[in-house]
């Protein structure tokens, strides 16, 4: 066993992470290496393969490790996280892309007469007076803290990156969904805070996995309200008060909801901030039903951490465009531009329901929920039956990429199928039936 790992003095869990994250960071360990099993490593110290098994864990919620099977645990490239998009340089068909359909995105050019007012200068109020008061009433009415404070960011992720900045520390714990979006992984392990898997069912965050991660010490939590990325789940309004429950005894547990799907939603909008939540953040972006190249997002925030949210945009340098502000204003409040998202988001349901119903014709236990995917579960492994589906001219993403706690093999696929024909649709099931058989 290499010298470095003989060297190791750490006595708890946290302790031994540090020390291989340390070895890590300084090139000790690359990308790649292995690190010693986890009864050889527990030996060599002298301390409980449970106490081993903690510490890589940690490193794993980092991305700083990963887990390969037999192949043991070994140091992550630089590429610590898959990210959201159609997979450069592909030639099959890629139906785990996360897009929007691009022909459902309102014509921009429609407002821009609007967009184009006078210039603003250093010092001016960042946020545009009209875009405030829509987005005021668009908030308002669902969030029960009052007197809340509203932020203009780069998109949901920009805002979720600096209210986690604005919050933690390296090392923090922060509750995340498992499975969790992409971004929510990377965001959280590029700022060195210490993921804690919540799990995720059907009706969203679970009441035991939030119970468990507030004893786990975590300061902030981030839950996808509905339309949960990859699932689809939404959360039911028994299981929101349940939630809501657990959390009224930790007020200044900073509560992030990503409301990504909004507009688009078929579901209603249950939150978990109570009505005296101290520390809180609805975070809502124009992107899924704007299009991804319009990054701005509204996010409504109890007073102190809006204050602090405030420090990290400073005019004229992290500022959002005000043109961009009254590009979207001018779209959103367009009676043409709202039929069309209103029929975008009959488009995706429609879709996704009709390939939940061909696959459950097919023997796939799929069903069909909110959002712009459709998580389907296999009877084998997700990487050996995606496997079989390149050899068919599909791309598909496994669920093992969404997964925090990846000791255990994912037996879900998220497809991307709303653009999908009738006749793509049926292709496409066949060779799910045929994938899933050759992986058996």
């Known amino acids: ?22 070895l890590i960071e300084r090139g000790a360990l690359a990308a790649g290496d ?8 527990a030996d060599l110290l002298g301390m409980n393969r449970n106490t081993v098994v903690a510490a890589y864990r940690q490193l794993a919620s980092a991305g700083l490790v990963e887990s390969r099977g037999r192949a043991g645990t070994r140091v992550s490239g630089s590429a610590r996280s ?50 405030e008061r829509w987005a005021r009433e668009w908030v308002g009415a669902d969030l029960q803290p009052e007197g809340f404070s509203l932020t203009i960011t780069s998109g949901a992720v920009d805002a979720v990156e600096r209210l986690l900045a604005q919050a933690l520390v390296r090392d923090d714990a922060v509750g995340l969904e498992d ?70 005894d930790h007020p200044y ?14 579901a209603p909008y249950e939150s978990l901030i109570g009505p005296d939540h101290r520390r809180f953040a609805l975070v809502r972006s124009v992107s899924k039903f704007l299009g991804p190249d319009m990054c ?47 029929a975008a988001a009959d488009h995706y349901a429609a879709r ?33 039956a995606a496997e079989q589906l390149m050899r068919r001219g599909w791309l598909a993403r496994t669920g093992d990429e969404f997964r925090l706690a990846p000791y255990a093999p994912s037996h879900h696929l998220r497809l991307t199928v709303h653009e999908l024909d009738d006749d793509e649709r049926s292709t496409l099931v066949s060779d799910l039936v045929a994938s899933i058989a050759a992986a058996s």
């Open 296 to 342: 701005l997002a509204v996010t409504a925030s109890d007073p102190d951490t809006a204050a602090r949210l405030g420090l990290r945009l400073s005019p004229g340098t992290t500022w959002v465009s005000h043109i961009l502000q009254r590009l979207v204003v001018g779209l959103i409040t367009d009676v043409e531009v709202r039929e069309e998202i209103a």
């Open 1 to 22: 066993m290499d010298d470095h790992f003989s060297g190791l003095r750490g006595a708890t869990a946290a302790e031994l992470a540090d020390e291989l994250r340390t």
């Open 34 to 41: 292995a690190l010693p099993p986890v009864r050889a490593l």
């Open 352 to 384: 996704n329901a009709e390939f939940a119903a061909a696959a459950a014709s097919a023997g796939l236990p799929a069903v069909s929920s909110d959002g712009l995917n459709v998580w389907l579960p296999l009877p084998v492994p997700a990487r050996a």
């Open 82 to 131: 898959a990210q959201e998009g159609f997979a450069p340089d592909s030639v099959l068909r890629d139906i785990g892309s996360g897009n929007p359909d691009p022909a459902r995105i309102p014509d921009p050019s429609r407002a821009l007469a609007q967009a184009v007012g006078r210039p603003i200068l250093y010092g001016e109020a960042v946020v545009d007076t009209d875009l």
């Open 179 to 248: 499975p969790c979006f992409l971004a929510s992984i990377h965001t959280v392990r590029l700022g060195g805070y210490r993921a804690v898997p919540v799990p995720v069912d059907d009706e969203g965050m679970t009441v035991a996995g939030l119970r468990a991660a507030l004893d786990a010490g975590v300061r902030a939590i981030v839950v996808t309200p509905r339309a949960q990325n990859p699932t689809g789940a939404s959360l039911s309004p028994r299981r929101a008060a349940e939630l809501r429950r657990v959390l009224a």
């Open 253 to 266: 547990v900073l509560i992030v909801e990503d409301d990504h799907f909004s507009m688009l939603s078929r």
